[in-house]
């Protein structure tokens, strides 16, 4: 998602992310409880689980070219980026929830702690280690000529790296890791020439031609950056197959209950579409 910070288009994304986000687990939430009968900490703890989602399987939606940018496209990329952090305090006050009784003073805590820190911290840390690493290493091999082999291992190491520390930090690793991915891109722009569109992908090239790539200032963060999307792209395609593997193993014919089709079609056709409509009104 190659779009500066100032654009227009990331109110799409926090819009969709956060109020539609919240809209779709309240209401979630409110059918649990007076549609299925279900305690308020279940009903919110599923709502927390239902309410994210990602448009894996829907890549022809997606982001494909970062230099041509629609809203459609990138409202889904960038939500499904946000979505998973921001659903997550819900998720544990529903575990809270399950526990023991709330009172006024667990919910103030779970709001300032778990919602507001946590959601704060989680990018905070994601900007801090992109801008630390990435800058360290677009030095490494700028200035010194070095550091530009095994690169691959450079993404793995970034999600590892920023998810643990928004953890550390009592913050959402999953936001850490979107405002990490996030920050290397503005690196990027910050480093290319106004108005113009480098040829993609450097990565194909020659190998001496991918290693001027990598240390000359006016490419190297491109390159970085394509480096980094070859092997994230490669491994959400290993990790998409594995979970639909996985998912559907696990069925079984309970699982097409009528009930548990009655509460498919109104994620889907009523209570997400509306919190969609709402968010964007």
């Known amino acids: 998602m190659r779009l500066p910070i100032t654009s227009r288009l990331?109110?799409?994304?926090?819009?969709?992310?956060?109020?539609?986000?919240?809209?779709?687990?309240?209401?979630?939430?409110?059918?649990g409880i007076f549609l299925f009968g279900l305690p308020a900490g279940i009903a919110i703890l599923m709502a927390g689980i239902l309410a994210s989602t990602d448009p894996v399987l829907a890549s022809?939606?997606?982001?494909?070219?970062?230099?041509?940018?629609?809203?459609?496209?990138?409202?889904?990329?960038?939500?499904?980026?946000?979505?998973?952090?921001s659903a997550f305090p819900f998720v544990l006050l529903g575990l809270m929830l399950l526990t023991k009784p709330a009172d006024s003073a667990d919910l103030w805590r779970w709001f300032g702690i778990d919602f507001c820190w946590g959601t704060f911290a989680g990018l905070a840390l994601g900007f801090g280690v992109a801008a630390l690493v990435g800058k360290y290493v677009l030095h490494l091999r700028t200035v010194h000529r070095s550091a530009v082999g095994l690169g691959f291992f450079l993404a793995p190491g970034l999600i590892a790296l920023s998810y643990a520390l928004g953890e550390l930090a009592?913050?959402?690793?999953?936001?850490?890791?979107?405002?990490?991915?996030?920050?290397?891109?503005?690196?990027?722009?910050?480093?290319?020439?106004?108005?113009?569109?480098?040829?993609?992908?450097?990565?194909?090239?020659?190998?001496d031609v991918r290693f001027e790539a990598a240390v000359n200032p006016s490419t190297a963060p491109l390159f970085l950056v394509e480096l980094l999307l070859h092997f994230t792209d490669q491994l959400e395609q290993i990790g998409e197959l594995v979970i639909v593997v996985l998912v559907g193993a696990v069925l079984t014919p309970a699982t097409f209950a009528g009930k548990n089709i009655a509460g498919l079609l109104l994620l889907f056709f009523i209570i997400r579409p509306l919190a969609v409509l709402v968010g964007l009104a």
């Not at 992310?17 to 409110?30: H, R």
């Open 60 to 85: 022809d939606v997606q982001v494909d070219n970062p230099y041509q940018l629609g809203a459609l496209p990138f409202g889904l990329t960038s939500e499904a980026g946000l979505n998973n952090g």
């Open 170 to 207: 009592h913050g959402y690793g999953f936001l850490s890791v979107f405002a990490c991915a996030v920050t290397l891109r503005w690196l990027e722009m910050k480093s290319a020439a106004p108005g113009t569109t480098p040829e993609l992908p450097l990565i194909v090239v020659s190998s």
């Open 10 to 31: 990331w109110f799409l994304s926090l819009r969709l992310a956060f109020l539609s986000m919240l809209i779709t687990v309240g209401l979630i939430s409110l059918a």
